[in-house]
Every structure is written in structure tokens, then in C-alpha cells.
């Protein structure tokens, strides 16, 4: 405003001027209207451009403020040619404001416009083109026409946006052009620039959302566009291309969610045992197609991933729906965190989030639980975040932590915000209801808020009491007596019908208390609420029923009341209830029923969220947050039964790799380490049908040139490891073929592990052959980009070196001991399984727990194949470092002379997958032969099983022999008791495995440890604060001790301060997951994830014992 | 898509309203005035409200704002363009600035908007569009005659880096960063943490010539849980090697924000000692309240400000402060402790009575106090900036970097 009193000052004269300048707002205005508008022509008509800009810009602040100005239309469009480009610029504003109104004058300007479009500056032609749209007259739809056709296919990507945005604008104004619009889309959506990509999908989107096939040839285009697109171009893209997943790509869950259904059923329900067979059966049968993603869904996925670290709130949201729609379960996790953060931001978009979140929350806890206390309230928060965040709370709340939760909601009851209370005692009411152990706690709680001063609370929680006991009436005839007392006090409607409800329903319960309430309640009737009303009706109906000797007279009393009441749905239930309860002589057939009618089993009521059913919504949308469907809501669609045909996506000249010098700059480093993500999963399709779409092709080679350098600095860091073990591996030999005269127990084992090295030394040379023919053929230059990018997500040359490190001083610390013949057969494969590990991704650990055949000999036919994918199947043992602990199971005194010893030599126990080997060593310390060394009788727990060793025929005074034994302990460390016969004697003996003895390792890679470890969230998982030991120094010393307490193996982890392990129980298969992260001053946090709690605790115990020493 | 645009201001007056589609009367904001109506105040009004024809998006911030859409966009979309579109321009927006600069707004929003769909919102493009006004520029402007509207197509809208305006060219070259980290807690009755977490944001002043391209490290980049970044920044550059590596935006920007959750130990710099008590009979009330330090790590607590949101029933309070000034709004019923900095040897203490309305019973619950502070040159996190590279461009810039703690939402239950 400073700019136009300047000028009032400057005219001086005028009388009106001081008044508009000074109070703008003031009514005052229309009475000068007519002098001033007078005086803004006479300015607009001047020839000066100052005097002219001056009274364009009192205008445009007149229409800001609402005001008409449709009179100055004539003055106004004249200067639509003027040569000052601010007032240009107004005077468009202008007409694109009234245009509509004026469609004659308007058209005056086009003209201008239609010269506009031909100037050589960009930003003009954008402009008039622009205006031009603007402007709703129909007569001009040709020329709009016309213009955005041109401007389609201008130079100058900007033009060519302004030509997209123009687009719907037409549309909307004359719908019958959508064909040549479709067109000119359909061209746009072709562009390879950044800045149209937004605009046009935008424009697709109003326009013509139901044409996916638009789509199919730029799909991969606007994958790897999407992270260089402005921020609102990323939004809409990303809405879009869900949609269009949806309807191309297979459900990645679809064998999840059938088992996931039946296992959380069985949590909480555990009647319905029928119905989960079933489904369990489907699950079987869906398991038996394995699901593989399509390489592009995958890139959808990968290139939306980084989009979560955006800083716009709307980018952000719409990854998490995009991957929430999308993803497979396993990785919906990641975008908790991003959300989370997102409720820092402004309570409108806390409350969208909020809203989002709930919904989430219903259909996968796990992944928010770790985010708890973010969703606690602050007495500040607006009422509505409050309630949603209390949603979320509800939603969350589970065995493990209804504690922290139950203890947060008795702080909100206290609150000042009433509507927050009462809904906090609702949340309450609903976590009493789906967690049954707090039931009683809850209904404690509840029953003391009734004492609580304030009505509201106490009415609210009479409402949520009356919900509960319906569950359980028997054993709470107390609580009903106490509210039965606070019918005198309470004066909330709703509460006291409830109360009412209840000692009627459960009158039996209290049969003295209740015709003495129906006696107070006729008393007061006819000052009651009409609920309440009706609930004395049916108090005193069933009270008739069943106690008619002490209440006839105040039924009949009531429903006379009732009769002449003046509401008439009081009236008509007092008439039905006296037919029906009160014998007369001409009563009909349905009176003999009327105790079955009142006082049937009432079901009790299924406390359940708002948010139930929501997702249906697409997450983010409007139709979500309304619950409603809004206007030019696109339906989220279902997936396919059946993938369409992926080939329709395949583009004949695949240079989008090279767009513009930032994006290849991004690109390279958006490549790099998702790769390694996606081989995961899509690793075996990649390979299976081998790469024809050039498409990703030419992108993962890229992507290899990119590692070039550092991937072959690896390569040779590599070579001289391999180097390293195939010496190691000669020595292994040479020992083995000595430890081969000892122990000929498993033949069939070592066989396969010599088959194995041949199989790695083949493998070897295949890689070698890779390397000179880098481009030979597609999967193989993925697989090789894939290495190198394994390596880097690690962190690590220097970490995989280090670990070499270990390994070589690890060797030498495992060969002192000249007896360990066993684990010296496991180093050796210990080593190869690294060097695996550091040739190929791991296979695809979807399905970590199923026990692979590592024997098969099947294995060096696909080493020879170089099918790269699916080669690792076996399980990588890393063997404990030190010293394998042994037991006592017979002393030499007790034994006679014959003292045995066992030890858990953590072999796999090969004739059965599901035994721990027990490897046993008799010493005979007599001056006699022992014979018939055997085992009898064995006593065990119901399901555990014993694989005995064959008989010792003899065994020679002052020898010794090494058994091996396999024995299913059922994943408890009950003792195995059995005999042990000599031929002589019998000793009681028995076996209590340590529960580290328990499991045998799984490799895991990072990513799926995370995974598999979202998976296993809440009450699996178990975690402890603990304080190292002094020994404990390093990470170095955390792994032994860690693999000397369990049979885990190591899981590569980015970060120096955190240990993963993995592994699974032996006889079930569950995976146990062991990270051990440390913080300064010696302090650590040990967390187990574990399906088996009992095992889980038993673990945690061990852990810290060992590392605390 | 936005429709229309409707500013309010606290007082309900329509003071600004803009149309990108066909123009909506202003009739509709009577939905939204009832609402208002409903809700005691004007946070608790919901965000969304229906009408018949349209959905009404009410954002509000020092005043309100409204506007009008026919969605197929997610809400978050709308919200976040609103915020973005007056924050960034004239650094605060109150309902003053916007009525003193209608015209420019107005210019703004029809630059930022087209049909309702944002086009351009990179504010260093907009500047380039459309001068900001500062006083030295209308004092040109009125004697030269030139205009605050930029003739050509900025540089930066078709460039593949939009937020960076080509040709900088500055005589001293100076890059600034600013670590402002912001803890949220709550600390329960007996003074311990509830939830405790940090919430920082890199602010950065970089007015650097040409184009350099920076790299910024910590010394351990570790701490950070969940990072968000200024479009400019490289992300793939972060997830391998920890490192900020970009090319700045001209001026004053956001860089990242970034979180540590409550897994990590949160410091928390202070404790309050407060006894906030109201008797059965005579209608009165006692409050004593003590702050201290508590980890501060060597620094001292500026700003110290204690709140007090008080129960409806409390009238006034008598009340005596050892340090700093206290003042109590009868109207909105907030006490405010405005203590300044701490002296640890000498703890502030704020104690008297309260008088509440006779004949109200007494407030069943306790008030919470929220705590503001500040501590300069310390980043709570430990959070420290390794160094900053500079490549792309000859000179050597001065380089700086600040710390800053400050008490985000940090609440005390009583």
C-alpha cells in the first residue's frame, strides 16, 4: 500500500483518495465508487505507464479484496497491448478474473495473445498462452486448441509446461475436445524434460485418468525422472503410477497376507480352528506358485524409496502411500520413520499424517511400535491430533507394552481438554476388550474413575464399564452393586440408561439391589431423559420376568406412566411391553416367549476403531481423510489375478539413462546401492526370463561402468583373498585326508564338502571368465554390479577386509587345538561360505527358514552352470571362535573307570535336520576293554527324539572315541535323560542343552535381517541393557563371545556399533535374531527377536552373562 | 487442485481472496464461520470441513486461512503449498505484511498457482519473477520508473538445478551454517523423561559466487536417525559416505533437518521443581515452582521461559518471583514466567498464591508447564561439523558454523 498512498499523496486534490489509502477495509468505499472508478479510467487512459501501473495495481488490490471492478473492464483491456510488462502482468490478472463476465470485451484481447504466442521471448509466449487458457469463453476453444497444440511442441520446455497446465483448463471448459486433447497428452507424456513430466501427468490425471495405456511406454521413464521432478510434479506422478501398479503389477503380499491372517487369528482368537485350516491350506496352495516381483515394480519401488527423505510433507506422504499400497510387507517398514518425522511439522499436517497413520497402524502394528512414545500427548495438542494420536496409541497397544500405554492414558484422564478424556476412556474401554490380561486392570481403573468429580468422566466410563462387563457379568457383581449406588449421583442421559441397561441385563446378579433401583427410577420417571426412559420400560420388563412377586405393582406403575407420556416412541414401547410381559386373557403366542425376547444372551460388543476398513482409500487422498468418496476420486483398484503383460512397457530406444547432467550425477548415485535391495527379490526373475527388455539392461550396465573403479579395486582384493584360501583350503585337505582315517562317521558329508571346494574352484574360473566378458549377457553383468554394490553396502572393503582379518586370526586359534577334528572340517567350510559371500548375493532369503539340502551334489552342476542367482543355498556356518565348551556327562569315578564327555559340536546333524548333534567322547581311563557301548531307555519330553549312536563294539582300556549323537530337543532345554550301558554296568545320564545350542546359523543379508526383524516385533522381541565387560573392548571380542554362547552366524551391518546375528532353532526353523549395539562407557543394548519367547529370554540371559563377564 | 483461496483474519474479517478457477462467492466461508463458532479455539477447528460443493481446507496460522478445492491431490499436497507459499516470501507472514503488499501476494499467488496446481514455488525462482519489495527498491522504482517484475524467464526455472539463480556474484564469499537443535520432551511429575528427542535443522546463509558445489561432513554422522533434505542436496552422497554434498541455493535456505529419536539418550538441560496445589475450601491456591540446571554441559540457559496453561477457574494470581518478571492473562488463563538467563548458584524461584472463582469446585488436575530455553554454542546431540569442502569454484569462502540448543516442545506434567 506504501506505493499507492505515495501516489494519493502525490495527487493531493482528489477527495476519495485518502480514505481508500487509509482504511481499505472501511464500508466507505462503495460510496465513492462511482468517483473513484471515474479516476482510475481517466489514469488507465493517460499515456504515462507510472500512472497506469498505479491504477492497475488499486485495481488488482480491489479484486484481491473482493471487490467488483467489472465496470473498469473496457478501460482496462485496452492496455492489454501496453509495453510495460508490470502492467502487462496486471492487467492479465484482470482479465483472467473477469473474462468470464465479459466474454464480448474479452475477446478483444485475444488478438494480443495470439501475437503473445509468436514472440521470441519464452516467458512471454508461456504467459499469453497461459492468460489465453485462462480465459473461460467458449468461443475461443479453437484457438485454445490451436495454441496448446503449438505450444506442445515448442522449444522451450517451459512453454511446453505451460502448454500441459493448459490442458485441463480447456477440458473443463469444453469437454468435448478430450480426444485431441488425449492427443496432445499422449505427445507430452512422451517428453523427456523434468519440468513438463509433472504438469502433464497432472494433466492426465484431470483428464483422462482411465487411459493406462498412455502410460505403459513412459512408465520406466517417469521411474527415473520422478527424484529430478519438482516436488508438486513428484506428488501427482507418484499418486498416479499407484494407481497404475495396481493394475499391472501381481499383489507382492499375496502369500503373506494369507499366512498372516491365520497367525494373528490364532493370536487372538483362538476358537475359529476350522477356519484356519483352511487357510492355512490356501496358504500352502499360494505357496506353492512362489511370488517373484516384476523388475518394474521393483524400480518403482527403488527409485520412491529416497523421495521419503524429501522435505516436503505432500512428497513424503505420498511415498508412504505409494509403498504402503505396493510394497511387500517386509519393506512397508521403512516409511515409519519418515511419517514420524512428519509429525513435527504444522498440526494440519500432523493431522493428515495422524489420519494416514491410524489406518496404517490397523493393518501393520510392527512396523510403529518402535515409535511409540512419538505418538504421546502433549496437554498443547489441538483436540482432534489428540484423539487421533490416542487412535494410534490404541491401535498399538499389545502385551508387551499395554503397561507404559495403560500408565500414559491414566495421565490424559487427567487432562482439562473433556473430549479428550472421554475419548481417552474409550481407548481404554478398547484395549480392555482386545488384550485380555489388562481386562481386569482396565476395569479397576474404570470403576475408580467413577468416584472421579467430574460427571462427564464418570458418564463416559459407566458407558465403557457397561462394555466390558457384558464380556464377563459373573464375576464383577460388585462393580454392578457400586453403580448401582451411583444411580443417586450421576446425571449424564447416557450413563444412566446405561446403568439401568446393566442391573436389568444382570438383575440376577443382583436380586435385592434391583426392584429397589426400578422403585427409585419410578419415582423420578417422569423427570428422566427419554433414553432413560425407555431403559426403565425395560428394567422394570425384565424385572417382571424374573422377579414379578416384588415388582408387579411397579411395572404396572411405570408403564402407566409410560402410557401418557408425551414422547410417542415411550408410548408405543410401553404398549408392546405390556402385551408382551403382562398375562391376559386374550395374550398372544408371543407372551410365552417373552423371557427368551428380554433376556436372551446378549453378544458382547466388538469395541472396534473408526479406522477399521479405511485403506480401501487410496492413503493420503481426500476420500481417505473424509472417509467419504470425493469428488473426482479415482478408485484405488484391486490387483490383478494375473500380471498383464509386462512386455507393453518395453521402449524401443532406451536414452533416458542420459537425460540431463543432474540426473546422471543422482542417477549414478541412486543406482548404486539399490541394486543390492533388489536382488533380493527380483534377482531370480531378472534371471529367469533374461533380460529381453532392453530397459534395465543398458541401466545396470551403466550402473557398473559407474562402480567401475571401485568394484574392480575390490575384484583384485578379492583375488588375492581367494588366493589366501585355496591355500588354506589345500592344507584343510591335507589334514582331512588324515582326520579321514579317524572318523569315518559321515562320509556323505565330506563328500559333499570336497564336491563343494571343487565346486568353488569351478566357480572361481567362471567368475574369472565373467570378468573378461563383462557385456557378454545381461544377467551377468547384473549380478556383477550387484557384487560391487554388495560390497559398498556393507561399508565395505575395509569391513570385508577386516573380517578376513579376523577369519585369518581366527585360523590360527582353532588349529592349536589338535583334537577339534571336527571343527576343523567346519572352518573349512566356514571359509568357503565367506568367500561365497563375497562372490554373490546371498540367495533370496524370502523364505530364510526353509531347511536347504546343502549336500545336494545337484550343487556343482549349478556351479558350472554360473546361474549366479539362486547358487547359494547352503548355509554358511561361521564356527565359534575358542574353544567348543565341553560337558561332563559321566565323571571317571562315578563311571567305574569310564569317563564320557559330550560337547555341542554344531554340526548340522545330517541324518535328521532337526537334531542337535551331540558329539560324545567316551574314555575308557580302566586297564580293561569296555564293550557294547550303548545307549537304553530313553526317557524324554513328549516329542523330543534321540538318534542314538551305533553301539560301540569295544573300546580298549586307556583309549578314547568320539561318537556323535543327534537329539531333537523340541526347542527346550529340558534334559534329555537316558541310559548308557556298558556290558557290565548302566549309568544314568542326561543331556541339558545351553539354549545357544539350540539353533543353527542362517545367513542373512542386512536388509533381510531388518526385514525379518520387523517381522518380529513387540512381544518377540526382547531387549536389555547391559553393561560390557572389561574384556569386552571391542566388536571383535562381542562376536566371539556372542557365537560362543549361541550357534549364530554374523550379519553384515552397516554401522560399527551394532553386532547382528542370526539364526534359527533347530527343530522348528523359527529365526532367532541377536543385535548387540554398543554405546559409550561400555554400555550396550542386547535385543532378541525371537518367534519362541521362552527361547528368546533364555538367549538374552546367556548373552549378557557372556558379555558381561 | 486448489480452487480458491480465502484469507481471514483472527478478528473474521475477509481480507484477501483469490480465484484460479472460476470464481467461488464468498458465501462459502460461512460454513467455515460456524465451525469456528463450534470450536473454543481456533486450533481445535477441524482442518477439513464439507460442504455441499466443496471441501473447505482451513489452515491456520497467526491468522486463517481458507480455501476451496475439488481434490484429487492428497490434503498434504494443499496444506504444504499454503505454508510454503507466505513463509517463503517475506520471511514472517502476518496479516499486516499481506495487506501492506497486497498486490505483490496477489501477483504471487497467481505466479505460484495455475488452474490450482502449483507451478512454481522455488522462492528463489519467485524472487526472480517477483521482486520481494524492500525499502531501498521502491525508492528506485519510484524515481526510475522500473518495475518490480522481472522481464526475462529466470535462469534457474529452466535449469536442471532450479533453485539456484545462474551469474551469482559476490565480493566476499561467505558460507554460514547454523545447527539449531530443538528438544521435545516430556517429563513427568516426579521430573523423569516420559519421551525425549531431538529435532534439528541445519540453517545455512550461503552467499557464494559462480557455482560451487559444497561438502559438508560431521564428525559423526552417526547420531543422525532420520535426516530430510533441501532438494539440492545428494542423497545417494549421504547414504554411502555420510557426507552433505551440494550445490546451494543463492542465500538463505534450510540445507536438512533431522531427527534423533528417543532410543539415543536425550539430555535434558533442566529441571523444575514445582508444587502447584489448590485447596479444598477458600478457594485459593498454592504455586511454587523452582527451575535448575540439570545437563547443560558447561553452558548456561538463556531465554528461560516457563508457561503455565491454568485451569478456567483460576482468577488470579499473587504471586513473587526471585528472578526475571511474571504475567498472568486472566483472559486466556496462561501464566507466563519470563526468567532469562539461569544463574546456577542462585536457582529462580516463583511462589505466591492463586485465587480461583469462589464457589467453582477445584480444578481436578494439575496445569503442565511448558518450558522454553536456549543454549547458545551447544549442539545437545553432540552433533559437530567436521568440515566444509568447497570445489567448483576457485576462492576461499569464510566459513562459519553455530550451534544453537533450544527447548522445542518440551512439557512438564504436573
Known amino acids: 500500500m506504501s506505493a499507492s498512498s505515495a501516489f494519493s499523496d502525490e495527487k493531493g486534490g482528489s477527495a476519495s483518495e485518502p480514505e481508500y489509502g487509509h482504511d481499505p477495509a472501511s464500508g466507505g468505499i462503495f460510496s465513492s465508487d462511482y468517483k473513484r472508478h471515474d479516476d482510475l479510467k481517466e489514469m488507465l487512459d493517460s499515456n504515462k505507464d507510472s500512472l497506469k501501473l498505479e491504477a492497475m495495481k488499486r485495481i488488482v488490490a480491489m ?93 522451450s520446455p517451459y512453454v511446453r509446461k505451460t502448454a500441459a497446465h493448459a490442458i485441463p483448463k480447456l477440458h473443463s471448459l469444453d469437454p468435448e475436445q478430450k480426444d485431441q486433447l488425449i492427443e496432445v497428452i499422449e505427445k507430452l507424456l512422451a517428453d523427456k524434460t523434468t519440468l513438463v513430466a509433472g504438469s502433464v501427468v497432472m494433466a492426465f490425471e484431470e483428464v483422462c485418468p482411465d487411459r493406462i495405456d498412455l502410460i505403459h511406454k513412459n512408465y520406466r521413464k517417469l521411474c527415473n525422472l520422478l527424484i529430478d521432478v519438482e516436488e508438486w510434479g513428484q506428488v501427482v506422478i507418484i499418486n498416479m503410477l499407484t494407481r497404475y501398479a495396481r493394475t499391472q503389477f501381481l499383489n507382492p503380499n499375496v502369500n503373506e497376507s494369507l499366512l498372516e491372517d491365520s497367525s494373528e487369528k490364532a493370536f487372538y482368537a483362538s476358537d475359529d480352528e476350522e477356519d484356519e485350516d483352511k487357510k492355512t491350506e490356501a496358504a500352502a496352495l499360494a505357496k506353492r506358485k512362489p511370488y517373484v516381483m516384476d523388475p518394474d515394480h521393483r524400480l518403482l519401488l527403488r527409485n520412491t524409496k529416497p523421495l521419503l527423505q524429501s522435505r516436503n510433507a505432500a512428497v513424503v506422504m505420498a511415498v508412504a502411500q505409494l509403498y504402503f499400497h505396493l510394497a511387500p510387507k517386509a519393506e512397508v517398514g521403512i516409511i515409519a520413520k519418515a511419517l514420524v518425522r512428519l509429525m513435527r511439522s504444522h498440526s494440519e499436517v500432523q493431522y493428515v499424517v495422524l489420519q494416514n497413520v491410524a489406518t496404517m497402524t490397523i493393518k501393520r502394528r510392527g512396523m510403529f511400535e518402535p515409535y511409540l512414545k512419538s505418538f504421546y500427548i502433549r496437554s498443547t495438542d489441538p483436540t482432534q491430533i489428540k484423539i487421533l494420536k490416542l487412535e494410534v496409541l490404541t491401535n498399538l497397544a499389545n502385551e508387551t507394552n499395554i503397561s507404559t500405554i495403560l500408565r500414559e ?177 386374550k395374550s398372544g403366542a408371543l407372551s410365552k416367549y417373552a423371557k427368551k425376547l428380554f433376556l436372551a444372551l446378549k453378544p458382547a460388543p466388538v469395541l472396534e476403531s473408526p479406522f477399521k476398513d479405511r485403506d480401501h482409500f487410496q492413503l493420503g487422498s481426500l476420500s481417505h481423510l473424509l472417509n467419504a468418496k470425493a469428488g473426482g476420486y479415482q478408485e484405488l483398484p484391486d490387483w490383478p489375478e494375473s500380471a498383464p503383460d509386462p512386455s507393453v512397457r518395453n521402449v524401443e530406444i532406451p536414452d533416458w539413462s542420459k537425460c540431463t547432467s543432474r540426473k546422471d550425477r543422482k542417477e549414478k548415485k541412486v543406482d548404486k546401492p539399490f541394486y543390492s535391495d533388489s536382488e533380493g527379490e527380483s534377482g531370480p526373475t531378472e534371471s529367469a526370463d533374461s533380460e529381453s527388455d532392453s530397459g534395465s539392461g543398458s541401466e545396470s550396465a551403466s550402473a557398473s561402468d559407474e562402480s567401475g573403479s571401485g568394484s574392480e579395486s575390490e575384484e583384485s582384493g578379492e583375488e588375492t583373498e581367494s588366493e589366501d584360501e585355496e591355500e588354506d583350503e589345500e592344507k584343510e585337505k591335507k589334514r582331512k585326508k588324515h582326520l579321514d582315517k579317524t572318523k569315518a562317521k559321515k562320509p556323505a558329508e565330506e563328500s559333499a564338502e570336497s564336491e563343494q571346494s571343487s565346486g568353488t574352484e569351478d566357480r572361481k574360473r567362471g567368475r574369472k571368465a565373467v570378468k573378461n566378458q563383462k557385456s557378454a549377457s545381461e544377467s551377468e553383468s547384473e549380478s556383477e554390479s550387484s557384487e560391487s554394490e554388495d560390497e559398498s553396502e556393507e561399508e ?61 551334489s545337484s550343487l556343482v552342476s549349478d556351479l558350472e552352470g554360473l ?203 523359527c529365526l532367532v535374531l541377536v543385535t548387540v549395539a554398543t554405546k559409550e562407557g561400555g554400555r550396550a543394548q542386547l535385543t532378541v527377536n525371537c518367534e519362541k519367547m521362552v527361547i528368546g529370554t533364555m538367549l538374552v540371559k546367556d548373552i549378557m552373562q557372556a558379555l558381561s563377564q | 487442485m486448489i480452487h480458491s483461496l480465502f484469507l481471514i483474519s483472527n478478528a473474521g474479517d475477509l481480507f484477501l481472496e483469490k480465484h484460479w478457477k472460476s470464481v467461488i462467492s464468498r458465501s462459502v466461508c460461512d460454513y467455515f464461520f460456524e465451525a469456528r463458532e463450534k470450536a473454543v479455539e481456533p486450533d481445535n477447528v477441524p482442518p477439513v470441513i464439507r460442504t455441499p460443493h466443496h471441501y473447505l481446507i482451513n489452515i491456520y496460522q497467526t491468522f486463517q486461512k481458507l480455501m476451496f478445492l475439488f481434490s484429487k491431490l492428497g490434503v498434504c499436497f494443499i496444506v504444504d503449498v499454503l505454508y510454503r507459499m507466505c513463509a517463503d516470501y517475506f520471511g514472517e507472514c502476518s496479516e499486516t505484511t499481506i495487506k501492506d503488499n497486497v498486490v505483490i501476494v496477489y501477483e504471487l499467488l497467481e505466479e505460484m498457482l495455475d488452474n490450482g496446481f502449483p507451478l512454481a514455488t522455488e522462492s528463489n525462482i519467485l524472487k526472480e519473477l517477483i521482486r520481494p519489495p524492500t525499502i531501498l527498491r521502491s525508492m528506485v522504482n519510484t524515481i526510475t520508473g522500473s518495475s518490480n517484475v522481472g522481464e526475462t524467464l529466470p535462469t534457474g526455472q529452466l535449469s536442471t538445478i532450479p533453485w539456484r539463480r545462474a551469474g551469482v556474484k559476490y565480493t566476499n564469499n561467505e558460507a554460514y551454517f547454523d545447527v539449531v537443535e530443538e528438544i521435545d520432551a516430556i517429563l513427568d511429575k516426579s521430573g523423569t523423561t516420559v519421551f525425549a528427542e531431538i529435532q534439528g535443522v541445519i540453517d545455512a546463509c550461503v552467499k557464494l559466487s559462480g557455482m560451487p558445489d559444497l561438502t559438508l561432513s560431521f564428525m559423526n554422522p552417526r547420531l543422525l536417525d532420520d535426516v530430510s533434505f533441501h532438494p539440492c542436496v545428494r542423497y545417494k552422497r549421504w547414504e554411502s559416505e555420510r557426507v552433505i554434498a551440494f550445490i546451494p541455493p543463492d542465500g538463505n535456505f534450510q540445507l536438512m533437518s533431522y531427527h534423533i529419536s528417543a532410543q539415543n539418550l536425550v539430555a535434558i538441560p533442566v529441571y523444575v521443581k514445582q508444587n502447584i496445589s489448590f485447596f479444598e475450601t477458600g478457594s485459593s491456591g498454592r504455586l511454587d515452582i523452582t527451575v535448575g540446571p540439570k545437563q547443560t554441559m558447561g553452558k548456561t540457559l538463556e531465554c528461560l521461559v516457563v508457561t503455565v496453561h491454568m485451569p478456567k477457574v483460576v482468577l488470579s494470581a499473587n504471586l513473587s518471583a526471585t528472578q526475571g518478571t511474571y504475567n498472568y492473562d486472566p483472559v486466556t488463563k496462561i501464566l507466563v514466567w519470563d526468567i532469562g538467563k539461569l544463574n546456577p548458584q542462585k536457582l529462580p524461584n516463583l511462589k505466591g498464591s492463586l485465587s480461583l472463582q469462589s464457589g467453582a469446585p477445584k480444578p481436578e488436575e494439575n496445569p503442565s508447564l511448558n518450558i522454553d530455553l536456549k543454549i547458545q554454542q551447544l549442539a545437545i546431540s553432540g552433533l559437530k561439523v567436521n568440515r566444509l569442502d568447497v570445489y567448483g569454484e576457485k576462492y576461499k569462502p569464510f566459513k562459519g558454523v553455530k550451534y544453537v540448543t533450544k527447548a522445542g516442545k518440551f512439557q512438564v506434567r504436573t
Open chain 1, 63 to 155: 479484486i484481491a479484496r473482493g471487490k467488483n471492478t467489472s465496470d473498469l473492464f473496457p478501460a482496462v483491456v485496452k492496455n492489454v497491448a501496453c509495453k510495460n510488462i508490470e502492467v502487462k502482468k496486471l492487467v492479465y490478472v484482470y482479465l483472467v478474473r473477469y473474462a468470464e463476465e465479459q466474454q464480448d470485451l474479452a475477446l478483444l484481447s485475444i488478438s494480443t495473445f495470439q501475437r503473445g504466442l509468436k514472440d521470441p521471448n519464452q516467458l512471454i509466449r508461456a504467459s499469453a498462452l497461459r492468460v489465453l487458457s485462462s480465459i473461460r469463453v467458449t468461443i475461443i476453444v479453437p484457438i485454445m486448441m490451436l495454441a496448446i497444440k503449438e505450444a506442445a511442441s515448442d522449444m
Open chain 1, 867 to 1069: 546361474s549366479l542367482t539362486d547358487t547359494i543355498l547352503a548355509p554358511t556356518t561361521i564356527a565359534p571362535s575358542g574353544l567348543i565348551k565341553l560337558y561332563e556327562l559321566l565323571h571317571r569315578i562315578t563311571g567305574e573307570g569310564l569317563a564320557v564327555e559330550y560337547c555341542f559340536s554344531r554340526q548340522p546333524f545330517s541324518p535328521d535336520p532337526n537334531m542337535v548333534a551331540v558329539q560324545i567322547q567316551f574314555t575308557n581311563n580302566t586297564n580293561s576293554e569296555t564293550k557294547n557301548l550303548h545307549i537304553k531307555e530313553p526317557r524324554l519330553q513328549s516329542g523330543m527324539r534321540i538318534r542314538e549312536f551305533a553301539e560301540i563294539e569295544v573300546l580298549a582300556a586307556g583309549e578314547s572315541v568320539t561318537v556323535v549323537m543327534g537329539i531333537d530337543f523340541c526347542d527346550s532345554t529340558q534334559a534329555a535323560n537316558f541310559q548308557l550301558c556298558t556290558h557290565t554296568r548302566k549309568f544314568f545320564a542326561s543331556i541339558q542343552p545351553p539354549v545357544g545350542e539350540l539353533m543353527t546359523p542362517v545367513f542373512l543379508t542386512e536388509n533381510d535381517f531388518k526385514k525379518e526383524q520387523g517381522k518380529l516385533m513387540g512381544m518377540n522381541e526382547i531387549s536389555e541393557k547391559l553393561t560390557l565387560g572389561e574384556k569386552c573392548v571391542n566388536e571383535h571380542v562381542i562376536v566371539e563371545r556372542v557365537t560362543a554362547t549361541a550357534n549364530l552366524s554374523r550379519v553384515p551391518c552397516g554401522s560399527d556399533k551394532e553386532c547382528r546375528f542370526a539364526g534359527k532353532t533347530v527343530s522348528s526353523g
Open chain 1, 796 to 856: 565395505s572393503e575395509e569391513e570385508s577386509e577386516s573380517d578376513t582379518d579376523i577369519r585369518k586370526k581366527k585360523t590360527p586359534v582353532s588349529k592349536q587345538p589338535p583334537k577339534q577334528s571336527k571343527k576343523e572340517s567346519k572352518k573349512e567350510k566356514q571359509e568357503m561360505s565367506l568367500l561365497d559371500l563375497d562372490d554373490f548375493e546371498p540367495a533370496p532369503t524370502s523364505a530364510p527358514v526353509t531347511p536347504v539340502n546343502f549336500l545336494s
Open chain 1, 409 to 585: 492414558f491414566q495421565t490424559y484422564i487427567k487432562s482439562m481438554d473433556k473430549d479428550f478424556v472421554a475419548a481417552s476412556i474409550q481407548a481404554i474401554g478398547r484395549c480392555a476388550t482386545n488384550i485380555g490380561e489388562v481386562r481386569d486392570t482396565c476395569l479397576n481403573g474404570l470403576v475408580q474413575l467413577l468416584s472421579n468429580r467430574d460427571e462427564l468422566v464418570v458418564a463416559e466410563s459407566v458407558v465403557v464399564i457397561k462394555k466390558l462387563l457384558q464380556m464377563q457379568p459373573e464375576q464383577h457383581s460388585d462393580i454392578i452393586k457400586h453403580m448401582a449406588k451411583l444411580i443417586d449421583n450421576i446425571q449424564v442421559p447416557m450413563a444412566r440408561a446405561s446403568i439401568l441397561w446393566l442391573i436389568g441385563e444382570y438383575c440376577e446378579h443382583v436380586p435385592k439391589i434391583a426392584p429397589d433401583v426400578l422403585r427409585k427410577m419410578a419415582k423420578t420417571f417422569t423427570n428422566e431423559e427419554d433414553i432413560v426412559k425407555l431403559q426403565i420400560i425395560n428394567l422394570a420388563a425384565k424385572l417382571y420376568l424374573t422377579n414379578s412377586k416384588q415388582t408387579k405393582l411397579l411395572t404396572q406403575y411405570v408403564l402407566n406412566l409410560a402410557k401418557y407420556d408425551q414422547n410417542y416412541d415411550i408410548r408405543d414401547r410401553a404398549r408392546f411391553i405390556r402385551q408382551l410381559i403382562v398375562p391376559t386373557d
